[in-house]
């Protein structure tokens, strides 16, 4: 079964619409949020001791613990100890701030006070403590909710507070996968090969408005002109990857710029790898794809999405095959305009063209260290994945990652050139 089949929750709460919910529906949310951190938690104790879960070498993960007890420090850090949190996006980024009902929060929890490689250790609590501060620091948010006038300012860093629960969530699934914890996932089902979309010129609106919520990185609203262009109706599929690998695709330098080459020799070098991440077999002679899944092996089928491929791997795929990646503008216009004749977007993070830059008008939000350090080295994401919570499937969402990142559930899909 899907992966949000696992923790159902009322439709209401688990929607896109969600970056304009009141009062109301804010509080269900935040403590759906909440509970769904604390079931994958449940799952990894139940999987491995997580007190015996042991430091890993990958920069990318952290102690599932830690994690747990940063999302409810988060929510604190902004709401419950923010005496400015009232103006909202207009709060300082160093606001006057109250102490933490846990004298150690910021020690323990705050990432820019213990690096990723401090994120282990005895010293930190344990969980059954991280499960008691996630569920005071829910209590205390849920009081001031209650309390908050029912208008977009007022309600900003509850916003904020729900979707970065949301994306910790789904770095609990990510973390999983690298780990080999074994989660009840079912693999995505396969999906018909369609025609690729002709979508006309046209003029588009980039960027969120105001009203509601909205991350910094997708401000401000800005007219971007748009000459016609062809797209994939979906992301590339196995059986597409496959050919790449079984022409060569993995020893030709000609396919891959020189960064990306350097990327695939050194772990090469280290790990043998002629293929996506966490793939033990491809092609060239059964076409047959075995990828691990959670620490179990899985037989991939030809028309299931292909994923954990770094920027590098998708613009060597589409320079071999005479294709380029979407650029942003042009996958937020078929997600918007598409669907009806078979967009389908969703299942895999996707990487674009671009760099991932700021556009015009923007302005840090208060939360400055979101997108500010990662413009102009992150290559720009579109689109959500299966282990994303639907609430945070929203087409104006501007993911972003640095090019070799292969962990996450990404692929990508391609233009005609």
Partial sequence: MPFAALRASP?????????????????????????????????YEKALDATKIEANDAAQVVSPVWLGGHAGWFSEFWIARNTQRGLGRACPHE????????????????PQQRAPADRWGPELPDLAATRSYMLDTL??????????PDEDRALYFYRLALFHEDQRGEQLITMAQTLGVGLPIDALGGLPLREPLLLPATRWMLGSPDAGFAFDNEKAVHEVPVPEFEIDAQPVTWAQLVEFV??????????????????????????GRRGPRYVDQIGVASGAVLQTRFGQPARMAGNQLAMHMSWWEADAWCRWAGRRLPTEVEWEIAAHTAAGRGFRWGDVHEWTAGMFRPWPGFGADPWESYSLPWFGRARALRGASFAT???????KFRGFAMPSRDDIFVGFR???A
Avoid: F, V
């Fill in 389 to 395: 919570r639907a609430r945070m499937k929203h087409p």
């Fill in 95 to 110: 606001p006057t701030r109250l102490g933490s009902i846990e004298p150690h929060a910021d020690h323990w929890w705050n």
């Fill in 139 to 148: 209590e205390g948010t849920l009081e001031l909710l209650d309390k908050a």
């Fill in 11 to 43: 439709a209401s709460i688990d929607s896109p619409d969600m970056r304009h919910a009141g009062r109301d529906l804010l509080s269900l949310a935040l403590m759906d949020a909440r509970n769904h951190t604390l079931y994958l938690l449940a799952l």
């Fill in 246 to 271: 079984d022409d060569g695709g993995y020893d030709r330098p000609e396919l891959w710029q020189p960064q990306g080459w350097d990327w695939l020799q050194a772990l090469a070098q280290l790990e």
């Fill in 414 to 416: 391609s233009c005609a």
